[in-house]
């Protein structure tokens, strides 16, 4: 049996992240993949068998919150091979009525954007943005840190942060309002804030990218999407996604770790009560000197690949809460990739190429938003008016395609288990082969709507059904984030209370990825914050000390380069 300090199950690129910091800090690290490449949801790959050349992003497209954090910083990525491309603008949705939305990185030049149709919607549009900034700042120490650890966010605040702070929760009524806020749904913000659909509307189809239909109450959080593209920005690996993993394997390796593909983990080994090590489903045995760490989903990791003996005598109620308390709604994705031979062009809103740097969105009204989002999760299939996300990466990034071609990335919210075909088709969820490519029709001709040449510009095309992109990334229905996005499965209660600081109640045993704090995304804070709840495990005395240094220092710095 190969032995390492540790091993990790899942090369996505939080286990990545997680892996570099520990070997940094002096530990040897196995990573075990079950896909031929690294990346998880994070890969950039050539996927249409007859045009090898053009090269899509499977899942992850545009990155937001991986530049509130420090570990690109940190890692010194840009050493390993990471350039991102920051777009402006950011984001352009098609109005029926020939108006449009173009958020633009600058929050001065978005509110003339808007100010062409309604003066009144461009003044609170910078308030409503600016407040979100604000709150945004407040939070940024929390999602840098381990939901429990006190010493580890403090240290984070430094005096911008702590104006932020104050400035949305300075006072009782404020921190009322607050609490407030994040209780409500996107929906009933966008209604307090704004007159126009032309403007609700992407702004609503952005919060919905938490997964949920902007009505959903306790995700008024979702209004920070907009906010976050025109600060800290909006951007790009270039080469796509898989550029990112790119970078990590290549510090990864440099640092001595190790990592193997085509290496599906099977069980975990558990030696009086502590994990000790995996198997792998062709046999393999690796042993885990330090620990184990999961980048897969709590729910797989205990129903599955543990002895449920084990299980129950760590803790006799965590199996029967992790079956029936934790959320997933049965939205996932339908994803369509396609090869051009020129650009989108929206003619009708008097069309310019910088139109396409950012997302274009698909959303004619909060209500399309609405329908979109709400009907896979009663296992409809919300295609009789597609609303949907694209991005033509090329305009930004052409190193993705052939000069002077282009791909086409598409996202389309879709039921992970479609209503009335239960135990057909891929995996049982009633997807096949000719329903997949019949709604990705329906999807494009909805963009020929707005974009016709989409019809005679395609050259190569490429459908992913939800139940084939689960199997793909191994997470359950489909959820790329692997539990929902809602406020009661966030920070202190992501997965589970019990769950929630990367440690489990087997000894040895951690997890990171999507589904604990700060949540999906590219972010790489649940890999870091779950490599120092580890380092905190090994060496408690002298890692906070380390910590308590650090966060003086940081203070202090702070505090002198403020003032």
């Given at each position: 049996?190969?032995?390492?300090?540790?091993?990790?199950?899942?090369?996505?690129?939080?286990?990545?992240?997680?892996?570099?910091?520990?070997?940094?800090?002096?530990?040897?690290?196995?990573?075990?993949?079950?896909?031929?490449?690294?990346?998880?949801?994070?890969?950039?790959?050539?996927?249409?068998?007859?045009?090898?050349?053009?090269?899509?992003?499977?899942?992850?497209?545009?990155?937001?919150?991986?530049?509130?954090?420090?570990?690109?910083?940190?890692?010194?990525?840009?050493?390993?091979?990471?350039?991102?491309?920051?777009?402006?603008?950011?984001?352009?949705?098609?109005?029926?009525?020939?108006?449009?939305?173009?958020?633009?990185?600058?929050?001065?030049?978005?509110?003339?954007?808007?100010?062409?149709?309604?003066?009144?919607?461009?003044?609170?549009?910078?308030?409503?943005?600016?407040?979100?900034?604000?709150?945004?700042?407040?939070?940024?120490?929390?999602?840098?840190?381990?939901p429990k650890s006190v010493v580890d966010i403090v240290g984070n605040y430094d005096i911008a942060k702590i104006?932020?702070?104050?400035?949305?929760?300075?006072?009782?009524?404020?921190?009322?309002?607050?609490?407030?806020?994040?209780?409500?749904?996107?929906?009933?913000?966008?209604?307090?804030?704004?007159?126009?659909?032309?403007?609700?509307?992407?702004?609503?189809?952005?919060?919905?990218?938490?997964?949920?239909?902007?009505?959903?109450?306790?995700?008024?959080?979702?209004?920070?999407?907009?906010?976050?593209?025109?600060?800290?920005?909006?951007?790009?690996?270039?080469?796509?996604?898989?550029?990112?993993?790119?970078?990590?394997?290549?510090?990864?390796?440099?640092?001595?770790?190790?990592?193997?593909?085509?290496?599906?983990?099977?069980?975990?080994?558990?030696?009086?009560?502590?994990?000790?090590?995996?198997?792998?489903?062709?046999?393999?045995?690796?042993?885990?000197?330090?620990?184990?760490?999961?980048?897969?989903?709590?729910?797989?990791?205990?129903?599955?690949?543990?002895?449920?003996?084990?299980?129950?005598?760590?803790?006799?109620?965590?199996?029967?809460?992790?079956?029936?308390?934790?959320?997933?709604?049965?939205?996932?994705?339908?994803?369509?990739?396609?090869?051009?031979?020129?650009?989108?062009?929206?003619?009708?809103?008097?069309?310019?190429?910088?139109?396409?740097?950012?997302?274009?969105?698909?959303?004619?009204?909060?209500?399309?938003?609405?329908?979109?989002?709400?009907?896979?999760?009663?296992?409809?299939?919300?295609?009789?008016?597609?609303?949907?996300?694209?991005?033509?990466?090329?305009?930004?990034?052409?190193?993705?395609?052939?000069?002077?071609?282009?791909?086409?990335?598409?996202?389309?919210?879709?039921?992970?288990?479609?209503?009335?075909?239960?135990?057909?088709?891929?995996?049982?969820?009633?997807?096949?082969?000719?329903?997949?490519?019949?709604?990705?029709?329906?999807?494009?001709?909805?963009?020929?709507?707005?974009?016709?040449?989409?019809?005679?510009?395609?050259?190569?095309?490429?459908?992913?059904?939800?139940?084939?992109?689960g199997e793909r990334l191994g997470t359950l229905k489909g959820n790329y984030y692997h539990i929902d996005m809602?406020?009661?499965?966030?920070?202190?209660?992501?997965?589970?209370?019990?769950?929630?600081?990367?440690?489990?109640?087997?000894?040895?045993?951690?997890?990171?990825?999507?589904?604990?704090?700060?949540?999906?995304?590219?972010?790489?804070?649940?890999?870091?914050?779950?490599?120092?709840?580890?380092?905190?495990?090994?060496?408690?005395?002298?890692?906070?000390?380390?910590?308590?240094?650090?966060?003086?220092?940081?203070?202090?710095?702070?505090?002198?380069?403020?003032?």
């Amino acid at each position: 049996m190969q032995a390492y300090d540790v091993v990790i199950i899942g090369a996505g690129h939080n286990g990545l992240v997680c892996a570099a910091y520990l070997l940094k800090a002096g530990y040897s690290v196995l990573l075990l993949e079950k896909r031929s490449v690294p990346g998880g949801a994070a890969t950039t790959e050539a996927v249409i068998p007859e045009l090898p050349e053009f090269k899509f992003n499977l899942c992850a497209i545009d990155h937001e919150f991986i530049h509130l954090g420090p570990v690109v910083e940190e890692l010194e990525l840009e050493k390993y091979g990471l350039e991102y491309l920051f777009c402006d603008p950011v984001a352009f949705c098609p109005h029926p009525d020939g108006r449009y939305f173009l958020g633009r990185r600058s929050l001065d030049d978005t509110c003339k954007e808007i100010a062409q149709f309604s003066e009144r919607d461009a003044k609170k549009y910078r308030e409503f943005t600016e407040y979100w900034q604000r709150a945004i700042g407040a939070m940024i120490p929390m999602f840098n840190a381990p939901p429990k650890s006190v010493v580890d966010i403090v240290g984070n605040y430094d005096i911008a942060k702590i104006r932020d702070l104050f400035s949305v929760i300075g006072s009782a009524d404020k921190t009322l309002d607050f609490i407030r806020t994040m209780l409500t749904s996107a929906e009933d913000l966008l209604n307090e804030w704004f007159d126009e659909e032309f403007l609700k509307a992407p702004l609503a189809r952005l919060a919905a990218e938490l997964g949920a239909p902007p009505s959903q109450k306790m995700l008024g959080i979702g209004a920070i999407m907009m906010a976050m593209r025109h600060n800290p920005g909006m951007a790009r690996p270039k080469g796509g996604t898989g550029a990112l993993v790119q970078a990590l394997v290549n510090l990864v390796t440099h640092l001595g770790g190790k990592i193997l593909t085509d290496q599906s983990v099977e069980k975990i080994l558990i030696d009086d009560g502590r994990a000790v090590g995996v198997r792998t489903r062709d046999g393999n045995e690796y042993r885990a000197n330090k620990g184990v760490i999961s980048n897969i989903d709590a729910q797989r990791l205990f129903l599955y690949m543990l002895d449920p003996a084990d299980v129950h005598a760590a803790d006799p109620n965590l199996r029967e809460r992790l079956e029936r308390r934790i959320v997933n709604n049965n939205e996932t994705i339908l994803k369509i990739d396609l090869a051009m031979d020129e650009p989108l062009k929206f003619d009708r809103w008097n069309h310019r190429d910088e139109y396409l740097i950012g997302s274009v969105l698909i959303a004619d009204s909060v209500k399309h938003v609405e329908i979109a989002h709400s009907e896979p999760a009663i296992g409809r299939i919300p295609d009789a008016d597609p609303s949907f996300y694209l991005v033509q990466p090329t305009m930004r990034d052409p190193s993705m395609a052939p000069d002077g071609k282009h791909t086409v990335w598409i996202e389309f919210f879709a039921p992970y288990n479609i209503e009335g075909l239960e135990g057909t088709g891929q995996h049982g969820t009633g997807w096949t082969d000719e329903l997949k490519n019949k709604v990705a029709d329906r999807v494009v001709d909805k963009l020929a709507e707005y974009a016709p040449n989409v019809k005679t510009a395609t050259i190569g095309r490429r459908v992913e059904s939800p139940a084939e992109l689960g199997e793909r990334l191994g997470t359950l229905k489909g959820n790329y984030y692997h539990i929902d996005m809602t406020l009661d499965q966030m920070v202190f209660f992501r997965p589970l209370p019990e769950l929630a600081n990367y440690k489990t109640p087997i000894d040895g045993l951690f997890l990171t990825g999507a589904g604990t704090h700060p949540g999906g995304s590219i972010s790489g804070m649940p890999g870091r914050n779950c490599a120092r709840v580890f380092l905190h495990t090994q060496e408690p005395i002298a890692q906070k000390l380390r910590d308590a240094r650090d966060s003086l220092k940081s203070t202090v710095e702070s505090v002198f380069r403020i003032n």
